[in-house]
């Protein structure tokens, strides 16, 4: 059992192995996402579009446009601030 051969041979009969459950498992992943992605797009309608939701600064620069009006509305009403 001290035969280096025998530990190279088993190590790469181990490396092999490993390779092979990695590429079945990444194969797997890949049809697995590509079966959610199908189930999604059939689930929406064809002329259907997704809403999108604004992010965080353009929900704050809309409040700071909102809020200029504001300003603008009182001055033009002649209302001090």
């Given at each position: 059992?001290?035969?280096?051969?025998?530990?190279?041979?088993?190590?790469?009969?181990?490396?092999?192995?490993?390779?092979?459950?990695?590429?079945?498992?990444?194969?797997?992943?890949?049809?697995?996402?590509?079966?959610?992605?199908?189930?999604?797009?059939?689930?929406?309608?064809?002329?259907?579009?997704?809403?999108?939701?604004?992010?965080?600064?353009?929900?704050?620069?809309?409040?700071?446009?909102?809020e200029?009006?504001?300003?603008?509305?009182?001055?033009?009403?002649g209302?001090?601030?």
């Amino acid at each position: 059992m001290t035969d280096p051969n025998f530990y190279i041979t088993m190590a790469s009969a181990g490396l092999a192995g490993l390779g092979m459950v990695t590429m079945a498992t990444l194969t797997g992943w890949r049809g697995w996402l590509a079966y959610k992605s199908q189930a999604l797009s059939a689930a929406r309608l064809p002329g259907e579009d997704l809403p999108v939701a604004p992010n965080a600064s353009a929900r704050i620069e809309i409040a700071d446009l909102k809020e200029r009006i504001r300003k603008l509305e009182a001055i033009a009403a002649g209302v001090d601030l």
